[in-house]
């Protein structure tokens, strides 16, 4: 499949950029999440997901649910296969699934709640060994 292709080669790099943060000494939060900024071409997600057939980004959608599913095993594989996590001595000692979603969710109503507590629920499912947020998010039932 074209789709899933990812990139994280030089400066891209993001396990060595985790181990200069150890390497350094201080702690880190990994936000792996949906990135939506309008300094970035196309709010930072990739172009690709844009052909996705069917998709609609950010609610209770299949075609987004696996994308964002099978970026957050590939990061989470990324950092357990280098003993990131705190839990593995590394210095990620927090994760983040979503960002300033809670406003969202309200005016989608059933479809952002269903997303933001499928979110919560496949964080949790993987085992990381440290705690996840949600920014702005009252109502995602997380827990470690």
């Known amino acids: 499949m074209l ?6 080669e030089r400066s891209y790099d993001l396990v060595r950029f985790i181990k200069t943060i150890q390497r350094a000494g201080p702690y880190a939060h990994l936000r792996i999440r949906p990135y939506v ?6 709010g930072g997600f990739p172009v690709w997901l844009k052909h996705v057939p069917g998709i609609s ?25 280098h003993n990131l996590f705190e839990s593995q001595y590394g ?9 300033k979603y809670g406003a969202q969710s309200k005016l989608l109503g059933a479809v952002g709640y269903n997303y933001v507590n499928w979110a919560a629920k496949i964080a949790i499912e993987t085992g990381i060994g440290v ?5 702005k998010e009252e109502d995602a039932h997380i827990h470690w």
């Open 3 to 8: 789709f899933l292709q990812y990139n994280f």
């Open 37 to 42: 900024c309008a300094e970035w071409n196309f």
């Open 57 to 81: 980004f950010m609610t209770d959608n299949e075609p987004f649910k696996r994308a964002m599913q099978g970026f957050i095993k590939k990061i989470v594989g990324l950092m357990k296969s």
């Open 91 to 99: 210095p990620i000692i927090l994760s983040q699934i979503e960002n």
């Open 131 to 135: 705690p996840w947020v949600m920014c």
